[in-house]
């Protein structure tokens, strides 16, 4: 989504007294982001030109143009000021009837910028939780709000201000794969005390059919479940996907084997030879240094040869704006952790791609955050639905991304694709959210 692509030669002029980097930043989003249009802001009544469009951002009418009544949120920096709900899902849509309309540019800024998260509550894991937000205690976490604004501001000025579908950027739906490998191999690559506390863990809870299959694989008389990539070049049909790899050290919740096997190399290597997008998945333990997650990447970059501008967190652990701080020091230009491991729907009620806006430090930067939708564990492992009610229930999250053009961006594992540990057949879920 580069800053100044596909721009018309339409202008609409912003008539505001004040101005500051969330004012520009949020028409930079609506306007150039998303509708691809050019805009202007203009202080000075006199300067407006009555021959093109005009947006009033101030609380007095000035008689003509589009009158949207600014709520201070764009002018306040104050981030412990008390957000009120009419920013935060903005139930007074813009209709024709009206002679003024409420802050849709504050409402979008507000969810985009994260700024519930700031400051917020942690869940056991110490990031910020669906039940602390305000879009899942008031069932709107299903719904894209700032898509549903844009489309509807878009074809307001279609149909009273004599702009034309065309004067717009094409936004298309797609369905796009992401695929976290969180560990490469189920059994192989582990050391001997690894390998050992492995079978004596499942040996003392009797589960002898596990035993039986590490052993098989171990011996090279099965194919490590795990290592499922032919049949994920099989579902993919030839769309290129997204991988995040794992190359920490091992932890409490850093599984993968080093990423100095063999065999763990040649797989990385082989999906980017195959025009797949490689991106680093920090370890949950880097999330606190800095160093840990630049070692991380230098790993990777040395095992597939070029340089890594995405990734996702581990366990989906960010604090903002201390997270995304760092992956913007290390040069990563793309983030793909915007969404819950627990519930599917909008985190930031979008899911197109937006650039990060940093509230400490009240400007924005040039990390692009991609959100995705829905994610396999959130559906299995907490939802707890079957195959088919995960079909069912997700195919309403696809079918508004297809009805608003949006990216349908969806979140798999390695591991899920195993047929192994409960993941028996989820493939058809797999195959059903990458058909276009």
């Known amino acids: 989504m580069p800053k100044n692509a596909n721009i018309s030669k339409v202008l609409i002029q912003i008539h505001s007294i004040l101005n500051s980097n969330r004012l520009e930043y949020i028409f930079n989003y609506v306007f150039k982001w998303r509708m691809g249009i050019d805009f202007v802001i203009v202080s000075d009544i006199s300067n407006l030109n009555k021959n093109h469009p005009i947006v009033n951002y101030n609380t007095d009418s000035i008689g003509y143009g589009i009158h949207i009544i600014p709520n201070g949120l764009l002018f306040n920096i104050d981030r412990k000021a008390i957000i009120n709900d009419e920013i935060k899902f903005n139930l007074n849509p813009i209709e024709p009837s009206k002679d003024s309309y409420s802050d849709i540019f504050s409402s979008i800024f507000y969810h985009l910028s994260r700024y519930e998260e700031y400051d917020a509550p942690k869940d056991n894991l110490g990031r910020?939780?669906?039940?602390?937000?305000?879009?899942?205690?008031?069932?709107?976490?299903?719904?894209?709000?700032?898509?549903?604004?844009?489309?509807?501001?878009?074809?307001?000025?279609?149909?009273?201000?004599?702009?034309?579908?065309?004067?717009?950027?094409?936004?298309?739906?797609?369905?796009?794969?992401?695929?976290?490998?969180?560990?490469?191999?189920?059994?192989?690559?582990?050391?001997?005390?690894?390998?050992?506390?492995?079978?004596?863990?499942?040996?003392?809870?009797?589960?002898?059919?596990?035993?039986?299959?590490?052993?098989?694989?171990?011996?090279?008389?099965?194919?490590?479940?795990?290592?499922?990539?032919?049949?994920?070049?099989?579902?993919?049909?030839?769309?290129?996907?997204?991988?995040?790899?794992?190359?920490?050290?091992?932890g409490r919740l850093d599984k993968n084997i080093s990423p100095d096997n063999t065999g763990f190399q040649n797989i990385i290597k082989e999906l980017n030879n195959n025009g797949h997008q490689i991106g680093l998945h920090p370890s949950f333990a880097s999330n606190s240094s800095k160093e840990i997650i630049q070692t991380e990447k230098s790993k990777l970059e040395s095992i597939i040869g070029k340089k890594v501008l995405h990734s996702r967190q581990h366990y989906l652990k960010f604090e903002l704006p201390k997270t995304y701080q760092t992956l913007i020091d290390i040069g990563i230009e793309h983030d793909y952790s915007m969404g819950y491991s627990e519930i599917a729907g909008f985190r930031a009620a979008t899911a197109y791609p937006f650039y990060w806006y940093n509230l400490e430090s009240e400007n924005?930067?040039?990390?692009?955050?991609?959100?995705?939708?829905?994610?396999?564990?959130?559906?299995?492992?907490?939802?707890?639905?079957?195959?088919?009610?995960?079909?069912?229930?997700?195919?309403?999250l696809k079918d508004i991304c297809k009805v608003l053009n949006l990216p349908f961006v969806f979140v798999f594992h390695n591991e899920s694709l195993s047929n192994h540990r409960g993941w028996e057949n989820w493939d058809k879920v797999f195959s059903f959210w990458n058909h276009e």
């Open 128 to 250: 910020f939780s669906h039940k602390s937000s305000c879009l899942f205690a008031n069932n709107f976490i299903e719904r894209p709000l700032v898509d549903e604004w844009v489309n509807d501001f878009k074809n307001y000025l279609i149909q009273f201000h004599n702009f034309k579908t065309q004067d717009f950027k094409v936004e298309e739906y797609s369905s796009q794969a992401s695929i976290d490998i969180d560990s490469v191999f189920s059994y192989k690559g582990r050391n001997i005390f690894r390998t050992i506390a492995a079978f004596s863990k499942d040996g003392l809870k009797l589960n002898f059919k596990e035993v039986l299959y590490r052993a098989r694989v171990l011996l090279n008389l099965k194919k490590d479940p795990n290592d499922n990539f032919d049949l994920q070049k099989q579902l993919l049909n030839q769309k290129p996907a997204y991988y995040f790899v794992q190359v920490g050290k091992y």
């Open 364 to 396: 924005f930067t040039k990390l692009l955050i991609h959100p995705f939708v829905v994610m396999d564990v959130a559906y299995k492992n907490f939802q707890t639905m079957t195959i088919d009610e995960t079909i069912s229930s997700s195919k309403k």
